[in-house]
């Protein structure tokens, strides 16, 4: 089984050995590992989370109710799903449960998981390596800026993403910028105004995306 990435390997390869990491105790009990979805060639990538309950059964990152947020706020700033990449911190769903077959809760992942996913999350965005990489809420943002990282001082700020101890040398220059999960969207108690300000963070990042060819 599989813990960490093998080395040279492609991103079809990364996906594929995913399938079997045993890092940490989160494969037991969930689905299948929940990887990626995308352009390997995209200029922005998005990191979540981790999968939900939906995403657990289907195999696909945000195709839950806060998918649906993050497809409609990509639509307002003139961007397509496919052309992003799109993955989340951590690989397997946790959650609790009072008993077989009864409904999955989402619990958020502890810093030891992000610790063991962390490695594939490095090499996947060396791969792709977006000139912009949006960290989508909390536990994505202390995935890459560590655990003291707080999105609510710091969210929609563009950070040089090249250049840091955790990347690989080959990474070009580029970004990070934190905002919000979709699903806080959901949960606020004026989900028009969190929507709005998702969305002006998401326009920060598409601002900073060269000029296309």
Same mark, same amino acid.
């Given at each position: 089984?599989?813990?960490?990435?093998?080395?040279?390997?492609?991103?079809?390869?990364?996906?594929? $050995?995913?399938?079997?990491?045993?890092?940490?105790?989160?494969?037991?009990?969930?689905?299948?590992?929940?990887?990626?979805?995308?352009?390997?060639?995209?200029?922005?990538?998005?990191?979540?989370?981790?999968?939900?309950?939906?995403?657990?059964?289907?195999?696909?990152?945000?195709?839950?109710?806060? =998918?649906?947020?993050?497809?409609?706020?990509?639509?307002?700033?003139?961007?397509?799903?496919?052309?992003?990449?799109? %993955?989340?911190?951590?690989?397997?769903?946790?959650?609790?449960?009072?008993?077989?077959?009864?409904?999955?809760?989402?619990? %958020?992942?502890?810093?030891?998981?992000? %610790?063991?996913?962390?490695?594939?999350?490095?090499?996947?965005?060396?791969?792709?390596?977006?000139?912009?990489?949006?960290?989508?809420?909390?536990t994505a943002a202390?995935?890459?800026? =560590?655990?003291?990282?707080?999105?609510?001082r710091s969210r929609?700020?563009?950070?040089?993403?090249?250049?840091?101890?955790?990347?690989? $040398?080959?990474?070009?220059?580029?970004?990070?910028?934190?905002?919000?999960?979709?699903?806080?969207?959901?949960?606020?108690?004026?989900?028009?105004?969190?929507?709005?300000?998702?969305?002006?963070?998401?326009?920060?990042?598409?601002?900073?995306?060269?000029?296309?060819?």
């Amino acid at each position: 089984m599989n813990a960490e990435p093998p080395p040279g390997a492609s991103l079809t390869g990364l996906r594929e $050995a995913a399938r079997t990491c045993t890092a940490c105790e989160l494969f037991e009990g969930t689905t299948q590992t929940v990887f990626s979805v995308g352009s390997a060639t995209a200029r922005l990538a998005l990191v979540g989370e981790q999968p939900g309950d939906v995403e657990d059964r289907r195999g696909i990152p945000f195709v839950g109710p806060a =998918g649906q947020v993050l497809d409609r706020a990509l639509g307002e700033v003139g961007i397509e799903r496919g052309q992003t990449y799109v %993955t989340n911190a951590v690989k397997h769903f946790r959650f609790s449960q009072d008993a077989p077959g009864r409904r999955r809760i989402h619990q %958020t992942p502890e810093l030891r998981h992000l %610790t063991s996913c962390k490695p594939w999350l490095v090499a996947e965005l060396a791969l792709v390596d977006p000139e912009v990489v949006v960290l989508l809420g909390a536990t994505a943002a202390k995935s890459l800026l =560590g655990p003291d990282f707080r999105v609510t001082r710091s969210r929609g700020v563009l950070l040089p993403r090249a250049g840091r101890a955790d990347e690989p $040398a080959a990474v070009h220059a580029g970004w990070l910028l934190a905002t919000i999960h979709p699903s806080a969207v959901l949960r606020a108690d004026d989900p028009d105004v969190a929507y709005a300000g998702f969305v002006a963070d998401l326009r920060v990042a598409i601002g900073a995306l060269s000029p296309a060819a």
